[in-house]
């Protein structure tokens, strides 16, 4: 807004200049204290439930491992259920699929299924089972049993698809639970017994000999 004010100064002009300024003013400030004020993000009402939280992914998968395995196709089954172990946080729904995984895992490995952790092999001249079994690090019976073998003779161009990976075993003394391990992925869960009051070692220990049901003497 801009104000003219003559040549000729009197106290009067000076007067009635400083009252329309005054106006002016006035005027500005009461349309600016007119403008509608933004509105506040609306409140949830008090007592309202909150939005809710993102599903846990754990019973979807254990749903689709259970029915992959119903329909035998157990690769895919053994994936999935590798899936809810990495993704979902409910217990039940990861015992569950551990123990899936345990029964799917042991009969992929003692049949003549395929699996990622199996090489297919040709039998060549001069082969044994004791020496594939050195050479794949596994044992002779999980040759065998993988491969419907009946005794220990094998001849070349046997074809034969030959289990091998690195097994560790974690023992939790707490709840007398051993985890197997198979190229760091869960493999099986097992119940174990250990020492009373405790007294099993703690540390890391190498498997020097399998012995199959091994003789055991009480400590004392």
Do not use: H
């Amino acid at each position: 807004m801009d104000f003219y004010v003559g040549e000729r100064k009197s106290g009067r002009g000076c007067l009635v200049a400083v009252l329309l300024v005054v106006a002016a003013v006035g005027v500005l400030l009461f349309l600016r204290t007119r403008r509608p004020a933004k509105e506040p993000p609306a409140a949830t009402p008090a007592g309202a439930p909150a939005a809710p939280a993102a599903a846990d992914p754990g019973e979807s998968l254990l749903a689709e491992t259970r029915r992959l395995k119903a329909e035998d196709r157990l690769q895919e089954a053994r994936e999935k259920a590798y899936e809810l172990l990495d993704r979902s946080g409910n217990a039940r729904s990861r015992a569950q699929a551990e123990e899936l995984l345990g029964a799917i895992n042991v009969d992929l490995v003692l049949s003549l299924r395929s699996m990622p952790e199996k090489t297919e092999y040709v039998v060549e001249s001069g082969d044994s089972l004791a020496a594939l079994a050195k050479k794949f690090g596994t044992t002779v019976d999980v040759i065998r049993k993988g491969n419907r073998i009946p005794g220990t003779v094998i001849r070349a161009g046997d074809r034969m698809r030959i289990f091998g990976g690195k097994f560790s075993i974690t023992v939790d003394k707490s709840d007398n639970t051993l985890v197997l391990a198979l190229n760091d992925r869960f493999f099986k869960r097992y119940r174990v017994g250990t020492g009373e009051y405790g007294r099993t070692p703690t540390g890391a220990f190498t498997v020097r000999e399998k012995i199959p049901q091994p003789t055991w003497w009480r400590p004392d």
